[in-house]
């Protein structure tokens, strides 16, 4: 059986423009596939902060009444119809990844990100502060306060650079 030799002409292999052409797929796509997998994990921890809001919110809540009360855990106590934080001050609690209260964070650790400690690492911040409304919710009524709680991720983020969900609602 006699074998054909390939023509001097006709040669195997990828010519330099189906080369550069390939080169240039590669270099449009591959930079896609990696935006896809930064936003997905964006989208990942947007969900897992809302989420852990759930566990966050009331305990931010929680922490208002007691300081109402007298008892506040982290902050200073404060009475009924007063806005708070007062001044410079930072009303602002670290939160584990499971929606935990590590404790009050301070301002400076606030604006330029923390992480906690080993042994009781932070994930979100979350920042409290009421202000009185206007007029009264009803006529005759109480004036309340409109308080906002935010809850900022990823905590050992700068303050700026953080994502943040807040949340409303209104108190005496």
């Given at each position: 059986?006699?074998?054909?030799?390939?023509?001097?002409t006709?040669?195997?292999?990828?010519?330099?423009?189906?080369?550069?052409?390939?080169?240039?797929?590669?270099?449009?796509?591959?930079?896609?596939?990696?935006?896809t997998?930064?936003?997905?994990?964006?989208?990942?921890?947007?969900?897992?902060?809302?989420?852990?809001?759930?566990?966050?919110?009331?305990?931010?809540?929680?922490?208002?009444?007691?300081?109402?009360?007298?008892?506040?855990?982290?902050?200073?106590?404060?009475?009924?119809?007063?806005?708070?934080?007062?001044?410079?001050?930072?009303?602002?609690?670290?939160?584990?990844?499971?929606?935990?209260?590590?404790?009050?964070?301070?301002?400076?650790?606030?604006?330029?990100?923390?992480?906690?400690?080993?042994?009781?690492?932070?994930?979100?911040?979350?920042?409290?502060?009421?202000?009185?409304?206007?007029?009264?919710?009803?006529?005759?009524?109480?004036?309340?306060?409109?308080?906002?709680?935010?809850?900022?991720?990823?905590?050992?983020?700068?303050?700026?650079?953080?994502?943040?969900?807040?949340?409303?609602?209104?108190i005496?």
């Open positions: 059986m006699k074998i054909p030799l390939p023509s001097p006709r040669r195997s292999g990828a010519t330099l423009v189906e080369a550069v052409i390939a080169v240039g797929v590669l270099a449009v796509a591959i930079p896609l596939v990696f935006g997998f930064v936003e997905s994990g964006k989208v990942g921890m947007s969900a897992e902060a809302e989420t852990r809001s759930n566990w966050i919110v009331p305990a931010c809540l929680a922490e208002i009444d007691a300081s109402r009360a007298g008892k506040p855990a982290y902050f200073s106590a404060t009475s009924s119809g007063q806005p708070f934080p007062d001044g410079n001050d930072l009303w602002a609690i670290g939160f584990t990844a499971e929606g935990r209260a590590v404790g009050k964070v301070g301002k400076s650790d606030y604006e330029k990100g923390t992480r906690g400690s080993t042994t009781n690492p932070v994930r979100y911040i979350a920042t409290l502060s009421a202000e009185p409304e206007s007029e009264p919710a009803a006529p005759g009524g109480p004036l309340l306060m409109r308080t906002t709680i935010a809850v900022e991720y990823p905590a050992a983020a700068p303050a700026e650079k953080r994502e943040r969900i807040e949340f409303h609602t209104r005496p």
